[in-house]
Nanobody, 116 residues
Framework: QVQLVESGGGLVQPGGSLRLSCAASGFTFSSASMTWYRQAPGKERELVATITNTGTTTNYIASVKGRFAISRDNAKKTVFLQMNNLKPEDTAVYYC?????????WGQGTQVTVSS
């Protein structure tokens, strides 16, 4: 069956870094565009970063540009989110999302907390 398993979340101080990973299985990963979303308490889920199936094009929301970087390894069926210079407002549950020609898949989420 389809699985998206996120890892790498945790507690970090402001200015710190984390690297999220999302391991995929059960579908053709190399054909899927991949996206990281996040949802903070009391707020709607928002798109953070997206990458095309070949990895040639990426997009970010304005608030993370220059601090976050999305990448993928199609051989390992994994997408990453490198997060640098983290701020308290980055605190949220981060979700991995896959879009294929026919389906949408979600991971279970990983908590990121930025606090001193």
């Amino acid at each position: 069956q389809v699985q998206l398993v996120e890892s790498g979340g945790g507690l970090v101080q402001p200015g710190g870094s984390l690297r999220l990973s999302c391991a995929a299985s059960g579908f053709t990963f190399s054909s899927a565009s991949m996206t990281w979303y996040r949802q903070a308490p009391g707020k709607e889920r928002e798109l953070v970063a997206t990458i095309t199936n070949t990895g040639t094009t990426t997009n970010y929301i304005a608030s993370v540009k220059g601090r976050f970087a999305i990448s993928r390894d199609n051989a390992k069926k994994t997408v990453f989110l490198q997060m640098n210079n983290l701020k308290p407002e980055d605190t949220a549950v981060y979700y991995c999302h896959a879009l294929t020609a026919f389906r949408i898949y979600w991971g279970q989420g990983t908590q990121v907390t930025v606090s001193s």
